[in-house]
């Protein structure tokens, strides 16, 4: 007995021969036909269309298969390159930034007649109590306590602990900090505090003192830690009491202290005869 799956394919094989006898027939002739010919494309043509649509829609899968793995491979390849060019791009700048940062260090540097050393910001103190940052030099590069710390923008503050390879910076903005200043006018003098909010008090400055918003307020170098005439901030707010000999005066640093990245340590005062800063 024949088996039914040989049967089928059999069955298979004489329906395609007769599809193509029949459609070489067809080809030879000019006029219509309704014989059996008529009667085996009627049967055949929708098996066929179902085939070639079947096979179609697997060639189109195996098709778009291949492309969606090739597009991912492809997509993964471009994130890839993309993340690298970010990084380089990013790096770049970080260089770019840095580098302006040191220009500005290295033109004070020339200008001024002190001996500088650059130090870099490498933590800063999170009690809201003190304000203080950390440099990553110490003793062995010649730091000492009680030298000045300055920027190009002006006086950041004074080296209150050192070790071999740090020192602790108490920043002018601190209630603890104190420098004796004077106002580039009209050479008015007081004492700068730390104050609220990132701003400073000019402290005992006498009432009689015409001082007005936006002078500027410098290193008086009376106190004999800060070099005279280093920039220390503009007025930008004036309290006087009803009573009283001295005037207070709110003072807007220059420096920004939440941006610190380096810092020049002031290690050595100028010869004698040579101007500071004036």
Known sequence: MIPK???????????????????AINSQRT?????PSWLALTCIAPFQRTLTGSTRFMQDIWNNYFNLVSTAIENDRLEKKLSRANEINNFCNETRLSNLRLR???????????????????????SIWFKTVIIDKGLAD??????????PD????????????YAKVLLIV??????????????????????????CL??????????SIGDIVISSGLDGVFPKGLRIGSVSEIIKLNSGIFQTVAITPYVDFE????????????????????
């Open 202 to 211: 000019f402290k005992y400055v006498l009432r009689k003192h015409d001082i």
């Open 5 to 23: 799956k040989m049967l089928l394919i059999v069955g298979v094989i004489i329906i395609f021969f007769a599809n193509i006898i029949i459609l």
């Open 104 to 126: 500005d260090l290295l033109e004070l540097k020339k200008e001024t007649p002190y001996h500088f050393l650059a130090a870099e910001v490498i933590s800063r103190d999170p």
């Open 154 to 165: 002006g006086i950041i503050g004074q080296i209150i602990d050192v070790s071999a390879h």
């Open 174 to 199: 601190d209630r603890n900090s104190s420098v004796d200043a004077l106002v580039q006018k009209t050479r008015a003098r007081g004492i700068i505090k730390g104050g609220q909010a990132g701003r």
């Open 31 to 35: 006029s219509p036909s309704y014989g």
């Open 259 to 278: 941006r610190l990245e380096e810092v020049f340590v002031v290690a050595s005062l100028p010869h004698p005869g040579v101007d500071a800063l004036q």
């Open 142 to 151: 010649g730091i000492q306590k009680g030298f000045p710390v300055i920027i």
